[in-house]
């Protein structure tokens, strides 16, 4: 018996379990965006406007329907493999989605609250290996599955490259920010 085609086989639940669980991904893959995007504060928002940026880098307006689109279907891929037998893989593999959504998360308020671009490129390395870890990990139980995380992986990847030229363009102005930042924090102790 083809072991591949038994794991890419969704357990029957029942209708309303089912969609519990499909509405629960949702609300949980949107809730990261909303996490992070709380976590961060306005003035972030316009300190990034202020960054210089490389001529590729998407304009503000593409961000929003991107990430509705990657949260949608990063809930689809982990409830098709929540679908799947019980097994210490499938455990594994949610363990994996769960950690990368963290770090999705983490991504948002340590750069635009933090302004810390060095460190963001940190844990966008973070989320990129986790997420690719997943993808790895989910494949072995569905196909479809890892098919819907691969878009949410060239984002990722290609955020990853904006991310670490936003920190080569800026790095003496943050640098120099932070500086006067501490100094002006001593002076007042």
Same mark, same amino acid.
């Given at each position: 018996m083809n072991t591949r085609i038994e794991r890419e086989t969704p357990?029957? #639940?029942?209708? $309303? #379990? $089912? =969609?519990w669980a499909l509405l629960f991904f949702l609300a949980l893959c949107f809730? #990261?965006?909303i996490v992070g995007s709380a976590l961060s504060d306005e003035g972030g928002t316009q300190w990034y406007f202020l960054l210089r940026k490389p001529d590729w880098a998407p304009p503000p307006w593409v961000f929003g329907p991107v990430w509705a689109f990657l949260y949608a279907s990063m809930a689809f891929s982990a409830w098709w493999v929540w679908r799947m037998p019980d097994s210490l893989e499938r455990r594994r593999a949610l363990g994996l989605f769960l950690l990368q959504l963290f770090f999705n998360a983490a991504w948002s308020p340590v750069f635009?609250? =933090?302004g810390a671009i060095a460190l963001s490129v940190v844990v966008i390395a973070l989320l990129w290996a986790t997420l690719l870890l997943t993808t790895f990990a989910f494949s072995r139980l569905s196909r479809p599955a890892a098919l819907l995380l691969l878009p949410y992986l060239a984002w990722v990847s290609f955020a990853a490259f904006l991310d670490i030229r936003i920190w080569q =363009?800026?790095? $003496?102005? +943050? #640098?120099?920010?932070? $500086?006067?930042? +501490? =100094?002006s924090g001593l002076e007042r102790s």
């Open positions: 357990l029957p #639940a029942t209708h $309303s #379990a $089912s =969609l809730s #990261a965006g635009f609250r =933090l =363009l800026n790095r $003496s102005d +943050v #640098a120099e920010q932070q $500086s006067i930042s +501490v =100094l």
